[in-house]
């Protein structure tokens, strides 16, 4: 929302229940690279955004993709992206593996 702020450790209530936008990914292929990845942007207009991408790619790979997906959403409302923050998580399966990025909404 407008006038939302980034924390970098926000300090929540134990046991709070808090809203959260995330990515998972879940894996059983032995070698196979899965990644989580999360950013939140800002644009030149009233509001930002939030994007979530689980994939079965290098996280390098994943925060390229996300920033287009971010670019391309609010390009097609007439908006462009000036400012953003992006957290991925990556694993290489060895039997059964996950990854999970996530943006908590306070």
């Not at 407008?2 to 059983?28: C, E, K, M």
């Not at 959403?73 to 957290?87: A, E, M, P, T, W």
Request: glycine share 8%; hydrophobic share 45%.
């Amino acid at each position: 929302p407008s006038g939302a702020q980034y924390i970098d450790r926000p300090n929540f209530t134990p046991g709070a229940l808090v809203h959260t936008a995330f990515g998972t990914i879940v894996s059983s292929q032995p070698g196979e690279i899965i990644s989580a990845t999360v950013a939140a942007g800002i644009s030149n207009g009233s509001f930002g955004i939030i994007m979530e991408l689980a994939d079965k790619i290098p996280p390098h790979d994943a925060v390229e993709k996300i920033l287009m997906m971010m670019e391309e959403s609010l390009s097609i409302r007439g908006l462009k992206l000036i400012s953003y923050k992006v957290s991925s998580a990556e694993h290489q399966v060895r039997q059964l593996g996950c990854a999970v990025a996530a943006v908590p909404i306070w």
